[in-house]
């Protein structure tokens, strides 16, 4: 069973970093595609970064491009989101997921984790 699960949320203030962590188990770390989505309170899910398990090759949401980074190591199962210059309107629950194709579409993932909360203030 695959099972994803998100750490590293926190207050920062507007300018400031964080460093999303999701841990995966229960399948072959090179089946899915993973990514990160966020929502805010009254907004829809919206795709954030995705990286290509194979060549590691990413998109980003125009929101975020040149201040967020995706990552992953392989060899622990876990996926990042380097948070740089970050602005009170990425304030959401950011989730980690996993998809069977190179999508930032919702409907694309199958697997989500239960999310980690992320508060910018000005």
């Known amino acids: 069973q695959v099972q994803l699960v998100e750490s590293g949320g926190g207050s920062v203030q507007a300018g400031g970093s964080l460093r999303l962590s999701c841990a995966a188990s229960?399948?072959?770390?090179?089946?899915?595609?993973m990514g990160w989505f966020r929502q805010a309170p009254g907004k829809e899910r919206e795709g954030v970064a995705t990286i290509h398990p194979g060549d590691g090759s990413t998109l980003y949401a125009d929101s975020v491009k040149g201040r967020f980074t995706i990552s992953r190591d392989s060899s622990k199962n876990t996926l990042y989101l380097q948070m740089n210059s970050l602005k009170p309107e990425d304030t959401a629950m950011y989730y980690c997921?996993?998809?069977?194709?190179?999508?930032?579409?919702?409907?694309?993932?199958?697997?989500w984790g239960q999310g980690t909360q992320v508060t910018v203030s000005s």
């Open positions: 229960g399948y072959s770390y090179s089946s899915y595609y």
């Open positions: 997921a996993a998809a069977q194709i190179f999508s930032l579409q919702r409907w694309a993932y199958k697997y």
